[in-house]
């Protein structure tokens, strides 16, 4: 018998002393022996913790992930202050602060439980943001710098896509036209061209962008224009 309670004495390591109010959904408990920890004050109910409450290794380790859990998730709701955020860049964050990796992707699924990371919408809005001003290559490689991939299209998406791939090379074209007036016909539009595969444009859209310049500078034979070229 006097085994048995030594043993029962063993599991019950610690005992909650005292709790001090932090935010308005939060505690600091404090604990005979232990460091104290920050929790929600839902968890304090939730978990049955009261004043003198024996605490086993089990109950300390449920304590100790919790307030793990409400600190990386104040870390990431923080960092969505200026903009959205995608998983990865979220995932990055709480990696440089080092969260470990399992509470970080709890963090992640409470967030998206509560539709605050949405990687697919926030792809779309991208997209749309940006469709007018980027190439679609390049559009991809921002996409892919943050972790998320190019919405799939329809027929009908892809037809205003690639008008909005032209619209957003001909911006670039006339501004680059207009940098390089001091050079000869010739050295404007190679320029041109290669300045426009490298944004990532592809050949049919540098080709109609070449001719719809070609004709605008007609009245002054200032750019001229052979099939081979791109």
């Excluded at 008008?163 to 006339?174: G, V």
Aim: aromatic share 6%; with cysteine.
């Amino acid at each position: 018998m006097m085994k048995k309670c030594l043993i029962l004495m063993n599991e019950f390591n610690d005992e909650v002393v005292g709790r001090e109010p932090v935010e308005s959904d939060k505690l600091r408990v404090l604990f005979k022996r232990g460091a104290p920890l920050v929790i929600k004050t839902s968890t304090w109910v939730d978990l049955g913790l009261k004043l003198g409450l024996p605490v086993n290794d089990s109950l300390r380790g449920q304590l100790e992930e919790s307030a793990e859990i409400d600190a990386a998730t104040d870390l990431a709701l923080r960092y969505f202050r200026f903009r959205r955020r995608s998983q990865q860049e979220i995932f990055t964050y709480l990696d440089r602060h080092e969260v470990p990796r399992g509470i970080a992707d709890k963090v992640i699924r409470w967030l998206a439980d509560r539709q605050l990371i949405d990687d697919s919408q926030y792809a779309r809005d991208l997209v749309e943001l940006k469709k007018h001003s980027l190439s679609r290559r390049e559009m991809a490689l921002r996409l892919s710098r943050l972790g998320l991939q190019m919405p799939p299209e329809d027929e009908a998406e892809a037809a205003s896509a690639e008008e909005a791939e032209l619209s957003a090379a001909l911006t670039a074209a006339r501004k680059h036209w207009g940098n390089h007036s001091h050079d000869d016909v010739r050295q404007r539009r190679n320029k041109l061209m290669g300045y426009l595969q490298r944004r990532g444009f592809c050949s049919s859209v540098i080709r109609r962008v070449v001719e719809q310049l070609a004709t605008e500078s007609a009245s002054d034979e200032s750019f001229g224009m052979d099939d081979g070229d791109v």
